[in-house]
């Protein structure tokens, strides 16, 4: 019998070439090697893989078709549960979530849900399977805000039961943190993403871009004038954070928000675009976090020698494994236990330096790791001609400053019932980094799907 123990690995781009182009890393797996990593399953009676998936995918369900060659009846279980498995299966952090309470993890290698729900999402891309739309309508409309992973998750689960729904994103593109935030290595806008898209609205779903809610539209205006019944907010949270250290207003210091959005919705990296974004020759990224790999990674292929500076030690860095080990494959230099003290600038205003400290780990903070303290006479400059900050995002208090009687909390977050998504306003419902700041993908699509189910609650009672 073969050694069932170890996963069937995925091929990927050599680190040095991918580290000089923006082409996928990951090049996943083919039918023969999905058909093998399926069978590795274990088919448990209570399979402990479905509870740790946010979206509730019944993944034995899905495993069990792929094994048996049968991929369109995978999608079709995949589908039921998620509008975005094309995505989810390259960037949901499944080593934490799913694939941690494999069983066949105990003794091996966890089964390898997440690049199998991948290899099932692009077979059916590729031959052209779409989810199916509901055959009977419900007769009422629902507003979507944002067509990121939230938006898109809500308004497609009441598609399927049947809602007339319309989502209202502010930019030109769909997609959200999808398009604007992922990088093109990481996760392909045209192939992946806008075909993801394609599926949502094949479910009824219309998708109005370039509406910029509190703006164009307002919540109230929405509910009283253009008859929805019910609104979700989707909308992120797209507002930077920055240190507040001297120099952080000089010439070349961007937030990571700013500079993945003008590479990868604006195509800065593509000389075809002229939408070009400076990068130096040496830039710095701080933060530890998956924002900060994409940017570093970004910075990287872009020709830059590139810097992680983080205040704390690796095994306190949030960002994925995968992603900390292709950037560290690729090149990237680590400085850790290293924090930013000021920003030094040249005559002509533009960054030269970064003046650090180097930190030793304390007592626990409130969120369990250690607690970073600064070494006395520890100060040293880094030589940068550009710093990119990946602190974190909050969201844009743009929608909740002109909707009445939505309360937040001081970041300016949503409030909302983490159970079905109700807000404050009678008929708004929220989800997403909106109500819990910057989190993952997969996240913000579970809180899509509670939403969904709130609303559908809530219109059948007769709103």
Not at 42 to 52: A, S
Not at 158 to 167: H, S
Not at 378 to 403: C, H, K, Q, R, Y
Request: proline share 5%.
């Amino acid at each position: 019998m073969a050694d069932k123990s170890h996963r069937v690995p995925v091929k990927e781009q050599e680190a040095l070439v991918r580290a000089k182009n923006f082409e996928e890393v990951c090049l996943g797996y083919d039918a023969a090697e999905a058909m093998e990593e399926a069978s590795r399953c274990l088919k448990c009676k209570n399979p402990q893989c479905q509870k740790g998936c946010p979206v509730g995918i019944d993944i034995p369900g899905f495993l069990r078709e792929a094994e048996e060659g049968n991929f369109e009846g995978a999608y079709e279980v995949i589908s039921k549960y998620s509008a975005l498995p094309a995505v989810c299966g390259r960037v949901c952090p499944q080593e934490s979530q799913c694939e941690a309470k494999c069983i066949r993890g105990i003794k091996g290698e966890p089964v390898s849900i997440g690049k199998l729900e991948r290899f099932v999402a692009d077979w059916a891309r590729e031959n052209g399977i779409r989810p199916k739309a509901a055959t009977e309508k419900k007769g009422k409309k629902v507003a979507v805000i944002g067509s990121g992973p939230a938006g898109l998750t809500c308004a497609g689960d009441l598609a399927k039961m049947g809602y007339d729904v319309t989502i209202f994103e502010a930019l030109h593109k769909a997609g959200g943190v999808l398009v604007y935030g992922i990088p093109e290595f990481r996760l392909p806008k045209d192939t992946v993403v806008k075909e993801e898209i394609e599926n949502v609205k094949a479910l009824g779903v219309t998708i109005e871009t370039n509406v910029v809610v509190g703006k164009s539209v307002t919540i109230d205006e929405l509910l009283t004038e253009e008859g929805f019944s019910a609104v979700f907010i989707g909308s992120g949270a797209g507002l930077p954070k920055f240190m507040g250290i001297p120099g952080e207003n000089a010439n070349g210091v961007f937030s990571a928000n700013e500079f993945l959005t003008r590479n990868n919705l604006m195509k800065a990296f593509d000389n075809a675009y002229d939408t070009p974004i400076f990068h130096g020759k040496r830039v710095a990224v701080v933060g530890g976090g998956n924002v900060a790999m994409d940017a570093a990674r970004t910075a990287l292929r872009l020709g830059a020698e590139t810097y992680i500076v983080y205040r704390r030690s690796e095994e306190e860095l949030p960002a994925r494994a995968e992603e900390i080990q292709h950037a560290k494959e690729e090149g990237i230099r680590f400085k850790l236990l290293t924090n930013p003290k000021e920003i030094i600038s040249d005559e002509n205003g533009w960054v030269k330096a970064m003046v650090c400290v180097e930190m030793e780990l304390g007592e626990p903070d409130a969120s369990g790791r250690r607690r970073p303290i600064e070494k006395a006479g520890s100060e040293f400059e880094l030589p940068a001609d550009a710093v990119i900050m990946s602190l974190g995002t909050s969201p844009n208090p743009l929608i909740s400053s002109t909707t009445d009687g939505l309360e937040c909390n001081k970041h300016k977050c949503i409030l909302a019932n983490e159970e079905n998504g109700q807000t404050s306003r009678r008929g708004v419902f929220a989800g997403g980094d909106a109500v819990t700041g910057a989190a993952t993908v997969i996240l913000a699509m579970g809180a899509g799907k509670a939403a969904a189910r709130g609303i559908d609650e809530y219109l059948s009672q007769g709103e």
